[in-house]
């Protein structure tokens, strides 16, 4: 049975579309069959950070819909065979006609057919966020280190307190920069209290992020600092316990 992880944050660009792509990447090399599915209904870009725009044609409302199966849906990614995409539908207004009940029978049906699934949510609390967690099995808070990225951490945190465990929030604090080192233990603690989650990762700041993310290009194949973050948090995914990376 395969595990759902939404991947979700509040405030927008703390990094969702980046970990879902590159910790997509990372589990399929280490054979994990793997979903990423992008639930951002209104701005969605996951296929062109997976460079799969052309190939991601039909989206996961045409698989809810029965246009199509999950199978002919999920594009393949020509360099990683375990690492597929089911894109999304645009929704220029941000409403979808997609009730939580067919996304938990879509979901039901990936759990069969992968290992993992990644969901990237959209920034905010709406249909899409919903959607992404309503039968999600755990759910990765994003963060930056900003005050704001944090209030809007916490608050997410609040409404997934209710319907979750606490072993199935994690906290991953995103674009860490090497100049805050000095202050960094403090500030991912701070992080942790703020939202109260623990730790599954951390991810540096690194402009080769963009460009990887820009250009479609798996981020592992031209940089090996950030990629190993986003590796290191696909390891303890599955089950390996595995030290912070230094920053
Ligand atoms: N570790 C990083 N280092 C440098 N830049 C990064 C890093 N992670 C993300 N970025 C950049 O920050 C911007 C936002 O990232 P991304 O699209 O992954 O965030 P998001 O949370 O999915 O955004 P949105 O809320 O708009 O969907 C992008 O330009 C991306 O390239």
Aim: charged content about 20%; hydrophobic content about 40%; some cysteine.
């Amino acid at each position: 049975m395969g595990k759902i992880i939404a991947v979700v944050s509040g405030k927008g660009g703390t990094g969702k579309t980046s970990f879902t792509a590159n910790v997509g990447l990372a589990l399929a090399a280490l054979g994990k069959n793997t979903l990423c599915l992008d639930c951002d209904i209104t701005l969605r870009n996951l296929d062109l950070a997976l460079g799969l725009t052309d190939k991601a044609l039909m989206d996961f409302s045409d698989v809810i819909a029965g246009r199509c199966s999950l199978s002919d849906a999920a594009a393949d990614h020509p360099k990683y065979p375990g690492l597929h995409l089911l894109t999304a539908p645009l929704s220029p207004g941000g409403q979808l006609d997609v009730t939580d009940e067919q996304m938990r029978q879509l979901l039901d049906q990936v759990r069969q057919e992968y290992d993992y699934c990644l969901i990237d949510a959209p920034a905010g609390l709406g249909q899409g966020f919903r959607l992404a967690t309503g039968c999600a099995d755990c759910v990765v808070v994003i963060t930056t280190t900003d005050a704001s990225a944090l209030r809007d951490a916490q608050h997410t945190v609040m409404l997934l307190d209710k319907r979750f465990t606490t072993e199935s929030l994690f906290l991953v604090v995103g674009r860490v920069q090497k100049k805050l080192l000095r202050a960094l233990h403090s500030t991912i603690d701070d992080a942790m209290d703020a939202a109260g989650l623990p730790l599954l990762g951390v991810v540096p700041e690194d402009g080769d992020v963009p460009y990887a993310l820009n250009r479609g290009i798996p981020l592992r194949d031209i940089n090996y600092y950030a990629a190993r973050a986003y590796e290191n948090i696909a390891r303890r995914i599955t089950g390996h316990q595995v030290p912070l990376m230094r920053i």
